[in-house]
């Protein structure tokens, strides 16, 4: 979810916390100044400087330091970047848990990190560790260095913080839903996090500034779309991942994927096997991927195609449709490979009934318009009410090809107009790209209709687009959407919009 979409649900206490965390001294009285003052300086508040500034916990308590991490890693493995506060509490704690059961497994340690790391950097921590129970700046930071020098991860630095008995806390106890709580409002302080409220409560990493959180976290993928890009190299490339480590080579492929994932390999280490002449050969299978750069800019190419493959921005927890509509223009066109790979889709059947429930969900929330009920399965996708003797039928069409309106949709639309039993003064035809004889065939459509019926036809990123930006096209403090926008016959391109919304929404 974007911050404009997040904000209506704050309130102002913690609404004040994001205000407080990018602009000092700006007084606010009220929840709506605060919701427009942040909106206005979005650029200060995804700035990646303050989001790297906010992420150094170099100087905070050992265990508000961890916890945040802990937090922030659980969110990045969510779709959305989003949690209800129960499943938070239970996903920071079984996060403990895992990385305190890898470290009892001495097989697992041996193949994760390598013998003379793991000999060093134990050395250096547990003398760190010795003198107190506590950690000071200078020595995180001495260890943060030796830990890149060695080549370790972060994972590795908690593994080995089991191992003398200081991870999560001393005797690896777990931390608390009350310490928990410390963390989660240090990080809103921070404008890292935030908290809504829709029936139960929330926390969120807006998408503003979730990529930069990804990369200084090194949380690069989530777990299901590291999977996608393991699955789509060879089997020969696989092995060629897991042999510099000193791990097992054999195996089906699937069960060369189960080890590299188990093992916690990041993507980028990952791609770093690969030569320069392999990873333009993935990037050259990523339709719109950027192919040239130095090897560093292609893995980053690859890992940001992956994740922006699954990225769900504007998802909202608490209506499942949604997710669909995160998908909206890949439902049109048929896109198949992001539908499957975040499983918005099972067959290939589906695509056309999501797009439909997409759809409603952008019109009755995104344009805020309530849809008419149809009784029968033989009518259109949808019903709007324009007034009490108009109203507005639409058909979702997604098509692999540009939509050409055949003869047998036009049969089709025609019967819907005719058997209403109010006046259809506009049908709506939501498609991908269309042909110029689908344009003339709307035109045909209204001198059938008999009813002088518009009929218009709209791309559904075009359609996206008037969801997403009409309001501000409106002065008014809380504007509602005139569905005049969409009344004209032929075709509804960015264009002919933005004209219709600067009249039509006051």
């Not at 806390?169 to 009350?178: D, E, F, T, V, Y």
């Not at 696989?238 to 189960?258: A, D, R, Y």
């Not at 259109?380 to 109203?391: F, I, N, R, V, W």
Request: hydrophobic share 35%; charged share 30%.
């Amino acid at each position: 979810m974007k911050m404009a979409d997040v904000l209506p649900k704050m309130s102002k206490l913690y609404l004040s916390r994001i205000v407080e965390s990018f602009l000092k001294d700006v007084r606010l009285k009220t929840e709506e100044e605060m919701r427009e003052v942040i909106l206005k300086n979005i650029e200060e508040f995804q700035n990646s400087q303050r989001i790297v500034r906010n992420l150094n916990f170099l100087e905070s308590d050992r265990d508000i330091s961890l916890v945040n991490e802990m937090i922030l890693m659980s969110l990045m493995e969510q779709e959305g970047y989003v949690l209800a506060e129960d499943e938070l509490f239970n996903y920071v704690e079984n996060l403990e848990k895992q990385i305190l059961e890898e470290s009892q497994d001495s097989a697992f340690i041996k193949t994760s990190i390598p013998e003379d790391a793991l000999r060093i950097y134990s050395a250096v921590l547990t003398a760190a560790w010795k003198k107190d129970d506590s950690l000071n700046s200078h020595e995180i930071n001495m260890l943060n260095v030796l830990r890149q020098e060695l080549g370790l991860s972060n994972r590795d630095h908690y593994l080995m913080e089991c191992l003398v008995g200081r991870f999560p806390q001393k005797g690896n106890k777990l931390h608390s839903i009350r310490q928990i709580e410390k963390s989660l409002k240090d990080l809103q302080t921070r404008g890292l996090i935030l908290r809504f409220k829709d029936g139960e409560a929330y926390y969120i990493i807006p998408n503003e500034i979730a990529s930069t959180i990804r990369y200084e976290l090194g949380s690069e993928l989530r777990n299901e779309t590291y999977l996608s890009l393991l699955n789509d190299l060879s089997v020969t490339q696989l092995k060629s991942i897991l042999l510099p480590i000193g791990l097992n080579v054999s195996g089906t492929k699937n069960t060369l994927i189960e080890r590299i994932i188990k093992h916690n390999i990041l993507p980028t280490k990952a791609l770093n096997f690969l030569n320069n002449s392999e990873l333009k050969d993935v990037l050259r299978s990523l339709d719109g991927a950027k192919i040239s750069g130095t090897k560093e800019e292609k893995i980053r190419n690859i890992v940001d195609y992956y994740e922006n493959l699954t990225s769900t921005g504007e998802s909202d927890p608490t209506d499942s449709r949604s997710r669909l509509y995160d998908f909206y223009e890949d439902l049109a066109n048929r896109n198949y490979k992001p539908l499957r790979i975040n499983k918005i889709i099972d067959k290939d059947l589906d695509i056309e009934r999501y797009f439909e429930q997409a759809t409603q969900y952008l019109f009755e929330k995104k344009l805020g318009i309530e849809l008419v009920d149809m009784s029968g399965s033989k009518h259109a996708d949808g019903k709007l009410q324009l007034t009490q003797k108009d109203t507005i039928l639409w058909d979702n069409k997604s098509v692999e090809k540009p939509y050409n309106f055949p003869d047998s949709h036009f049969d089709q639309f025609l019967g819907y107009i005719r058997s209403e039993h109010t006046r259809v003064t506009l049908f709506l035809i939501i498609t991908a790209e269309y042909t110029s004889e689908a344009i003339s065939k709307a035109q045909k459509l209204k001198a059938f209709s008999e009813e002088d019926t518009d009929v218009a036809i709209i791309n559904a990123a075009d359609l996206k687009f008037v969801a997403e930006s009409w309001r501000e096209f409106s002065a008014m403090k809380d504007p509602q959407f005139n569905l005049q926008v969409f009344n004209l016959t032929g075709e509804l391109n960015r264009s002919s919009l933005n004209s219709r919304m600067e009249w039509a929404i006051k």
